[in-house]
């Protein structure tokens, strides 16, 4: 069975500061890993998404993470963070075994910035 | 925007009584996803369609059913319902079964009372 532990249920950063949102998985097969935000009342939108190509994702708005097979992360990061970037992340893990992709998503983190 | 448009954004209604939900799919997608995002249990899958047909169940209750129509819109149906099925429901579209993006649509909250 899949699933992830994301690190921190809240964080706060102050505005300008390195923006660092922990993800650990558990996968039996190798993993389709994706970050997603969630902005007040919206739908969630995808950062960016690692499918064994480069271990290091670039997205949108600045953000990227690091696939990590060793350490089994895939932490999010930016190095400055913003006050539009306030909002939930959520970090979930993809395998295609079944036939079907299955999701499984992170309990999320709320980042709050403080300007 | 997404693409993926839901309907109704918000609605309330009564225990006991029964509610549909709809979702239309982002144009060429024939894959759809239902999700219940509440603040005790997170963000869960429900259910996918894909092209009509029924393809995987997540933590769906029994009270709880959907289908994929023709047009490719997707029907959440709940019924019997409970205060704690008080959640916003997605709907997420994509390309096919295997293809990894998703698309989420804005979601309906549904308030129980």
């Not at chain 2, 996803?33 to 963000?43: A, E, F, I, K, P």
């Not at chain 2, 579209?93 to 309906?108: A, K, N």
Request: charged content about 15%; some cysteine; overall charge neutral.
């Amino acid at each position: 069975a899949q699933s992830v532990t994301q690190l921190g249920s809240h964080v706060s950063v102050s505005e300008g500061a390195l923006v660092l949102l922990r993800c650990n998985y558990s996968s039996s097969v190798p993993p389709y890993l994706f970050w997603y935000v969630q902005y007040p009342n919206q739908g969630l939108q995808l950062l960016l998404k690692y499918t064994s190509a480069a271990t290091l994702v670039k997205g949108i708005n600045g953000f990227e993470a690091e696939f990590k097979k060793s350490e089994t992360s895939f932490h999010l990061t930016k190095p400055s963070a913003h006050m539009s970037d306030a909002a939930e992340y959520f970090c979930a893990v993809s395998d295609r075994s079944g036939g079907y992709q299955k999701v499984t998503f992170g309990t999320g983190t709320k980042l709050q910035v403080i300007p | 925007d997404s693409g993926v448009t839901q309907t109704p954004k918000h609605l309330i209604t009564a225990t006991g009584q029964r509610v549909t939900l709809r979702c239309s799919p982002r144009s060429g997608d024939l894959s759809v996803y239902w999700y219940q995002q509440s603040l005790d249990q997170g963000l869960q899958f429900l259910i996918q369609y894909y092209n009509g047909e029924e393809r995987a169940k997540g933590n769906i209750l029994e009270r709880f059913s959907a289908q994929q129509f023709p047009d490719l819109h997707s029907e959440l149906n709940l019924s019997s319902l409970e205060l704690g099925d008080s959640a916003l429901y997605f709907c997420a579209s994509s390309v096919d079964l295997l293809t990894i993006e998703q698309y989420f649509g804005p979601g309906t909250r549904l308030t129980v009372t």
